[in-house]
């Protein structure tokens, strides 16, 4: 009986002793758990952003393997470090933020002789401008986008009003008449902030037609295809898909309306929402997916999804769609677990590997988070605590963080762009941050993961 007696002791004694057992505070400890992840995110942002100041110090990215950096065009824009401080801010980096911002305004200037992408450095460089001016204060920044925002307007100058691809920053000449959704419509949330903030309406006027010009030459199931001239409105491409090419032209017809309450942008969202999901999405063996289809008939054309369709489970979330947003994402991670990170593409009927490598895209890991925040489910919790730590196993390098050649060999790529900083690394941090760093609700996040807020006064 004595020995007994001293077993239920000793029973209760563990029980006491234990985390997440009787006597414990489950909530305290997975905050603790939580507070513990925040750091280890916030110290592979600072390890990759190391290894920019060392090898690429006022360059556009890092190639971290051969110890050297790379710009996009002739000169840098200094894409890195406008890309990153948005993230910096959110995670309180107070030096890194001092740093970089001594770099951005001694050295940033758009008086350059040679074309840019348009889409890249609305998003990249506007994008960024624009958050960082949001949420630092420094009008230096918005002169900044004003400026570049200036520069890239001669871009709305073709007969339909859709932009062109191209510009020269110092002589304002376009080329690039054979465009795509994506480039058309990814400028609204940047150009009309711009607006807002400089209270010029031209910005937001000149981007819309463009939206309105493409959306008006829809196929008959409402969808858009895949390329089109810009100044003759004739389609060069009718497939249909939510994949690289078009996918945040949807993107920003919901973020749109979120943030700026225009109407137009609420009607041409839901049109095509109830197209995407009446044409597009593909419930089969496999699991829950979005295909392509031609943009007249409907018919079904490829079975193929990649790592740029996962974004829209977070757009399903914005829309309130909870239900189907999860069944994606159970698609996605199995998408993610094939391999241990995500292949760019995949035949999802099969599960075939398309295209192989993993360039650190943020996009799985986005609609993870979104899902994370509206629900508060814990398996989405552990999902992105999961993605993180694929990334740390098979990314990381001795001198920072690579992208990935093969997912089914884990050969690495000697490069990382500059959204490594803005999107994966911002979208990691958001799972464990403190309430108060963050509040997705008053925010809308452009396609880069930079923050604008949905007040002016915040």
């Given at each position: 009986?004595?020995?007994c007696?001293?077993?239920?002791?000793?029973?209760?004694?563990?029980?006491?002793?234990?985390?997440?057992?009787?006597?414990?505070d489950?909530?305290?400890?997975?905050e603790?758990g939580?507070?513990?992840?925040?750091?280890?995110?916030?110290?592979?942002?600072?390890?990759?952003?190391?290894?920019?100041?060392?090898?690429?110090w006022g360059?556009?990215?890092?190639?971290?393997?051969?110890?050297?950096?790379?710009?996009?065009y002739a000169?840098?824009?200094?894409?890195?470090?406008?890309d990153?401080?948005?993230?910096?801010?959110?995670m309180?980096?107070g030096?890194?933020?001092?740093?970089?911002?001594?770099l951005?305004?001694?050295?940033?200037d758009?008086?350059?002789?040679?074309?840019?992408q348009q889409f890249e450095?609305?998003?990249?460089?506007?994008?960024?401008?624009?958050?960082?001016?949001?949420?630092?204060g420094?009008?230096?920044f918005?002169?900044?986008a004003?400026d570049?925002g200036?520069?890239?307007?001669?871009v709305?100058?073709s007969?339909?009003?859709?932009?062109?691809?191209?510009?020269?920053?110092?002589?304002?000449?376009v080329?690039?008449?054979i465009?795509?959704?994506?480039?058309?419509?990814?400028?609204?949330?940047?150009?009309?902030?711009?607006?807002?903030?400089?209270?010029?309406?031209?910005?937001?006027?000149?981007?819309?037609?463009?939206?309105?010009s493409?959306?008006?030459?829809?196929?008959?199931?409402g969808?858009?295809?895949?390329?089109?001239?810009?100044?003759?409105?004739?389609?060069?491409?009718?497939?249909?898909?939510?994949s690289?090419?078009?996918?945040?032209?949807?993107?920003y017809?919901?973020?749109g309306?979120?943030?700026?309450?225009?109407?137009?942008?609420?009607?041409?969202?839901?049109t095509s929402?109830?197209?995407i999901n009446?044409?597009?999405a593909?419930d089969?063996m496999?699991?829950?997916w979005?295909?392509?289809?031609d943009?007249?008939?409907?018919?079904?054309?490829h079975t193929?999804f990649?790592?740029?369709?996962?974004?829209?489970?977070?757009?399903l979330?914005l829309d309130?769609?909870?239900?189907?947003?999860?069944?994606?994402?159970?698609?996605?991670?199995?998408?993610w677990?094939?391999?241990?990170?995500?292949?760019?593409?995949?035949?999802?009927?099969?599960?075939?590997v398309?295209?192989?490598?993993?360039i650190?895209?943020?996009?799985?890991?986005?609609?993870t988070?979104?899902?994370?925040?509206?629900?508060k489910?814990?398996?989405?919790y552990e999902?992105?605590?999961?993605m993180?730590?694929?990334?740390?196993?098979?990314?990381?390098?001795?001198?920072?963080?690579?992208?990935?050649?093969?997912?089914r060999t884990?050969?690495?790529?000697?490069?990382?762009?500059?959204?490594?900083f803005?999107e994966?690394?911002?979208?990691?941090?958001?799972?464990?941050?403190?309430?108060?760093?963050?509040?997705?609700?008053k925010v809308v996040l452009?396609?880069e993961a930079h923050?604008?807020?949905?007040?002016?006064?915040?």
């Amino acid at each position: 009986m004595k020995n007994c007696f001293k077993t239920l002791l000793l029973l209760l004694c563990m029980l006491m002793t234990f985390p997440g057992m009787a006597g414990s505070d489950p909530g305290s400890s997975q905050e603790a758990g939580k507070a513990e992840y925040a750091k280890r995110v916030k110290a592979a942002f600072l390890k990759a952003w190391q290894s920019y100041k060392t090898y690429s110090w006022g360059m556009d990215a890092v190639n971290p393997i051969s110890k050297k950096g790379h710009n996009w065009y002739a000169e840098s824009m200094l894409m890195t470090p406008v890309d990153a401080f948005s993230t910096m801010c959110i995670m309180g980096l107070g030096k890194e933020k001092e740093e970089a911002k001594k770099l951005i305004f001694e050295k940033l200037d758009f008086n350059k002789d040679f074309q840019v992408q348009q889409f890249e450095i609305t998003i990249r460089m506007l994008g960024g401008l624009l958050s960082s001016y949001q949420l630092d204060g420094d009008k230096r920044f918005l002169d900044l986008a004003t400026d570049l925002g200036n520069r890239m307007l001669p871009v709305f100058g073709s007969p339909t009003g859709m932009p062109y691809r191209m510009v020269n920053l110092r002589t304002g000449k376009v080329s690039g008449k054979i465009s795509n959704p994506a480039e058309i419509g990814t400028m609204l949330l940047e150009y009309g902030m711009l607006s807002r903030l400089t209270g010029n309406p031209v910005y937001y006027e000149k981007c819309k037609k463009g939206i309105v010009s493409i959306y008006d030459l829809r196929g008959k199931t409402g969808l858009m295809g895949s390329e089109i001239n810009v100044e003759t409105g004739e389609w060069v491409d009718k497939q249909a898909h939510i994949s690289g090419g078009i996918d945040s032209f949807y993107e920003y017809l919901m973020k749109g309306w979120l943030l700026f309450g225009d109407p137009d942008l609420k009607r041409m969202w839901e049109t095509s929402r109830n197209a995407i999901n009446k044409y597009l999405a593909d419930d089969v063996m496999t699991g829950f997916w979005y295909g392509s289809c031609d943009m007249d008939t409907g018919k079904k054309t490829h079975t193929e999804f990649g790592a740029l369709d996962c974004f829209f489970g977070a757009v399903l979330c914005l829309d309130g769609d909870i239900e189907r947003a999860a069944k994606l994402e159970k698609s996605i991670q199995k998408m993610w677990n094939l391999y241990g990170l995500e292949p760019e593409s995949i035949d999802y009927t099969s599960m075939k590997v398309l295209s192989p490598s993993y360039i650190v895209r943020p996009e799985a890991i986005e609609t993870t988070y979104y899902l994370w925040h509206f629900t508060k489910d814990k398996q989405y919790y552990e999902m992105g605590r999961h993605m993180f730590e694929s990334i740390e196993k098979y990314c990381q390098t001795e001198n920072g963080y690579a992208e990935i050649k093969d997912v089914r060999t884990m050969e690495k790529l000697d490069a990382l762009e500059s959204f490594f900083f803005a999107e994966t690394m911002k979208y990691c941090y958001l799972f464990f941050a403190p309430d108060a760093a963050f509040n997705l609700d008053k925010v809308v996040l452009n396609t880069e993961a930079h923050p604008f807020f949905r007040n002016t006064g915040k």
